[in-house]
C-alpha cells in the first residue's frame, strides 16, 4: 500500500510524515498518533527528506492486516474467550459474563502497552519510496 504524505520532522532517520486521509486508509492503526484530523505516520528515511518534503510512503499489506486485526478482532477474541472461560471455571452464566468483561478490558490494556511501546521505538513499518515535491 502507498500512500502520499508530508514531512514534518525528521530526526536519526526516521521521519515524521503527516498522511492524507483517503477512503484505503480506513483508521487502519498504522499511524500512531494524530494531529488535528491528520494521521502522522513513522517512515524510515532512505532518501534524506526534509521538513516540507511530499513524499510517497510504503507500508506492506501485512502490517496493515496485523494492524486490523489487533484493534478490531484481539478484543472480540478476549470477549469470547473471557466468556467460556468464566463459563467452564465456574459454571454460571454470571461469572461467563464477568470474565467476558474481563477478557475484554485486558485485551484493551494489552493494546495499550502495545501502542506505548510502539511509539517508543517510533515504528519502522513505513518506509519513504519517493519525494514527490520538495
Known amino acids: 500500500m502507498e500512500e502520499k504524505g508530508r ?7 526516521v521521519a515524521q510524515v503527516e498522511m492524507e486521509r483517503t477512503s484505503a486508509c480506513g483508521r487502519c492503526g498504522i499511524c500512531l498518533q494524530s494531529s488535528g484530523d491528520k494521521p502522522i505516520l513513522y517512515a524510515e528515511d532512505s532518501l534524506g527528506v526534509r521538513s516540507g518534503d511530499e513524499v510517497l510512503v510504503s507500508v506492506e499489506s501485512k502490517q496493515v492486516l496485523k494492524a486490523a486485526f489487533l484493534i478490531y478482532l484481539f478484543p472480540l477474541v478476549g470477549l469470547i474467550g473471557g466468556y467460556f472461560l468464566g463459563r ?47
Open 7 to 13: 514531512v514534518v520532522k525528521v530526526d536519526n532517520g
Open 88 to 134: 467452564t471455571v465456574l459454571g454460571t452464566e454470571r461469572t461467563g459474563i464477568i470474565f467476558a468483561g474481563l477478557g475484554f478490558f485486558t485485551t484493551l490494556f494489552l493494546l495499550y502497552q502495545y501502542d506505548k511501546r510502539l511509539k517508543a521505538q517510533k515504528s519502522k513499518e513505513a518506509k519513504i519510496v519517493q519525494i514527490v515535491k520538495r
